[in-house]
């Protein structure tokens, strides 16, 4: 470095000042240039770090968190399979619309079978639920004790889901038969997009 090139002509004023005061002036420019480098370099610089570091932390804890997740995901694939596997079963016992006439047939054939007098079906409206339909069925019955026990065995024994509630007996004066109304419903499978 050349000394005639670097000019101090600013220090100038400085020269005829006593001893103590340069040494505070230039204490206060030690203390201006510490202060300049702290405010504007190593504090922004240290705020970056802790916000890389806060960064750093939530995307280990959301490692630790997939981490769990792909342990548990074997597990939860099985449970997954073995749902889907059931549901497949309660499909199948699920009429769709094309087979709820068949299924009502069949009731009525079992009755008729067990040797009660159906007086009354009727189909009443579908009472939609989630993924099902709740099908409706007033039925007006007539036959003894065992007849009625062999109707209601019978459609226990239905491969589709078929509950029969409601049931109000009440004895016929003539003959001593019984008289039974109550609701058969049925569930039938609600297809997408219908």
Do not use: C, H
């Not at 005061?21 to 802790?50: R, S």
């Not at 997740?69 to 889907?84: G, N, S, V």
């Amino acid at each position: 470095m050349n000394a005639d090139a670097l000019n101090l002509d600013f220090l100038r004023p400085l020269l005829p000042l006593p001893l103590w005061q340069k040494l505070v002036a230039l204490t206060v420019i030690i203390m201006v240039i510490i202060a300049g480098y702290f405010f504007l370099g190593w504090m922004p610089i240290q705020q970056d770090i802790e916000s890389q570091q806060a960064q750093v932390e939530q995307q280990r804890i959301i490692l630790k968190k997939n981490q769990r997740l792909a342990q548990d995901l074997p597990r939860k694939r099985a449970e997954f399979a073995a749902l889907e596997k059931q549901l497949k079963v309660a499909l199948n016992m699920l009429p769709k619309k094309s087979q709820i006439p068949d299924l009502l047939e069949s009731v009525t054939w079992a009755g008729k079978d067990s040797g009660l007098e159906v007086s009354v079906f009727k189909p009443r409206g579908e009472n939609p639920k989630q993924i099902y339909a709740e099908v409706p069925v007033d039925i007006t019955v007539k036959g003894t004790y065992r007849q009625l026990l062999t109707f209601l065995k019978r459609v226990g024994e239905m491969p589709r889901i078929v509950a029969i509630k409601n049931l109000n007996i009440t004895q016929n004066s003539v003959g001593g038969d019984l008289l039974v109304t109550g609701n058969v419903i049925t569930y039938r499978f609600i297809e997408k997009g219908k």
